[in-house]
């Protein structure tokens, strides 16, 4: 099969370059292939009832398929250069703004009119921060919710589906250059095309390694975040949340001057599993849809590690902690505050009896048996450092769901086109290391699309 353009990943890099081709070119032959499945058919076995924990499935439903690792995310678009990723790094800080709205007008044409836009500009929370030695990020950021971003994403659906070969339940084992063009190996079979996006997210990231080793397309990896989801009453935050939705607040620790953040914010929302390569880590989301809202507010608080020379595996040095507490809780391990700040497990009876009802079903356990003492103390300084600006938030009963994880992905050397060293072969969203978010990523895709075109001459 030959092809114009062959993208490999349909998560919203993937998407939102194949829908700008579309847009902007009349015929041009493209493909898109995912190890995943359509939208519809994307369902994680956990019920909570026949099936309590990760079953760890081939292909897991979370992250692969139509919509990528976002198609069940909260759905929050941050336009920001101050997180998210490093685009503007390549493309500049106007022009990554400007792609990141360029995508907020798609969302809204599919099905995103009517959700609320937020934002950090004049806010008077920000000062308060300062005054507690914490720092607030400026951003805008529209919450599609889980319910809506589904509708967005089958929506663009429906419109490609007819224009573009889709080819899911299809992993893409090996990229091979032609000079010129690409041929992409599947199972027994072969495509090839001129140009080819590639955009296989934190999923594919290992595959991404082999791939950028037998191209010899030069990487590097030495970062990542480690730490917990912490699950509160929903009032607690609510002066924060109902103004800003995420309000993005980094701290600089005292003792070791390492940086804990708050991330992914999710007001009334609920904690979940999340599988990296057979890895359960937690993550959480919220809905639009008031009936589905909880009484919990829960973000993770992260310490960003940065490692140097001689130590490369940052992503394994993350995984080694997340399966320390797969290990010990067959899973996500949730301990209350006043549990770990007295050195002792939390059991069910605890959990039980707290004022804080667990939205997960974790392993009450210890986390100071898996988090090292660094990183720990990091949080428990963030918390109380939060407790100044949100009272409550240092309860004994506040729960911690361990571990969160971010992995970055190794960045890819790349230049400002995002096209790796071989002409037409351009590397994006969160599997290039540059983006680590749906704005950032889809964005990228959008621009990469935009560079074909102009080498196309269409536009
Ligand atoms: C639970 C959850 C909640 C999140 N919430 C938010 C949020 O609210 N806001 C935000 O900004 N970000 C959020 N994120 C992160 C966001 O989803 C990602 O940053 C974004 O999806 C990255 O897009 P991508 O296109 O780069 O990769 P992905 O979305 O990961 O898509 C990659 C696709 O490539 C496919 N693939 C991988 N390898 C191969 C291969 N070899 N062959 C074929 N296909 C392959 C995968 O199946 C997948 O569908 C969340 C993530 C998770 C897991």
Redesign the pocket.
């Known amino acids: 099969m030959k092809y114009d353009v062959i993208i ?8 939102y370059s194949a829908y700008e081709l579309l847009q902007k070119s009349n015929g041009l032959k493209i493909a898109i ?4 499945t359509e939208l519809e058919s994307r369902h994680c076995p956990i019920d909570g009832d026949k099936v309590k924990s990760c079953i760890h499935c081939k ?1 897991c439903s ?17 336009i920001t250069n101050d997180f ?1 990723g490093t685009l503007y790094e390549y493309i500049g800080r106007n022009k990554a703004l400007e792609l990141m709205h360029y995508v907020d007008d798609i969302n809204m044409k599919h099905g995103g009119e009517g959700t609320k836009m937020y934002s950090t500009s004049g806010t008077s929370f920000k000062k308060l921060c300062m005054q507690n030695h914490l720092t607030l990020l400026d951003a805008s950021v529209r919450h599609l919710g889980t319910d809506i971003n589904y509708v967005v994403l089958k929506n663009l659906y429906a419109e490609m589906k007819d224009k573009i070969d889709f080819h899911f339940r ?4 090996r990229i091979e250059s032609l000079d010129p063009g690409f041929r992409v190996y ?1 199972g027994d079979e072969s495509a090839e095309a001129d140009q080819c996006i590639v ?6 990231s290992k ?2 390694e082999e791939v950028c080793k037998e191209l010899n397309i030069e990487t590097s990896s030495n970062r990542v975040d480690i730490g917990v989801r912490v699950e509160i009453p929903a009032e607690i935050f609510s002066h924060i949340t109902d103004e800003l939705y995420e309000g993005k607040i980094v701290y600089r620790t005292k003792k070791f001057e390492d940086k804990v953040r708050t991330f ?1 914010m999710n007001p009334n929302g609920i904690v ?1 599993n ?1 599988n990296t390569n057979g890895i359960v880590t937690v ?3 919220s809905f639009e849809d008031q009936s589905k809202k909880t009484e919990n507010t829960n973000f993770a608080l992260l310490v960003a590690k940065h490692f140097s020379e001689p130590f490369k595996d940052s992503n394994g040095y993350g995984e080694s902690i997340a399966r320390l507490s797969n290990m010990l809780g067959g899973g996500v391990i949730v301990q209350r505050f006043g549990d770990l700040e007295r050195g002792r497990r939390s059991n069910q009876k605890r959990i039980d009896e707290g004022t804080v009802h667990p939205t997960l079903d974790a392993t009450p356990g210890d986390l100071s048996l898996v988090l090292p003492k660094r990183i720990l103390d990091g949080i428990i300084e963030m918390i109380y450092a939060l407790d100044k600006i949100a009272p409550g938030m240092a309860n004994d009963d506040t729960l911690l769901y361990g571990v969160e994880v971010k992995f970055y992905n190794m960045e890819v050397k790349l230049d400002n086109n995002l096209e790796s060293r071989y002409p037409g072969l351009y590397i ?5 290391g540059v ?8 964005a ?2 959008v621009y990469v699309a935009d560079k074909i075109l102009e080498k196309k001459g269409l536009i």
């Open positions: 490999i990943g349909a998560g919203p890099g993937g998407i292939f995912d190890e995943g292909s979370i992250m692969n398929g139509f919509g990528g690792a976002g198609a069940f995310s909260d759905g929050k678009y941050n998210g299809t992993p893409v084992s599947y955009s296989v997210g934190r999923s594919g595959w991404m992914c979940v999340e993550n959480g989301h994006i969203g969160d599997g290039s983006t680590h978010s749906l704005s950032h990523a889809s990228s895709g």
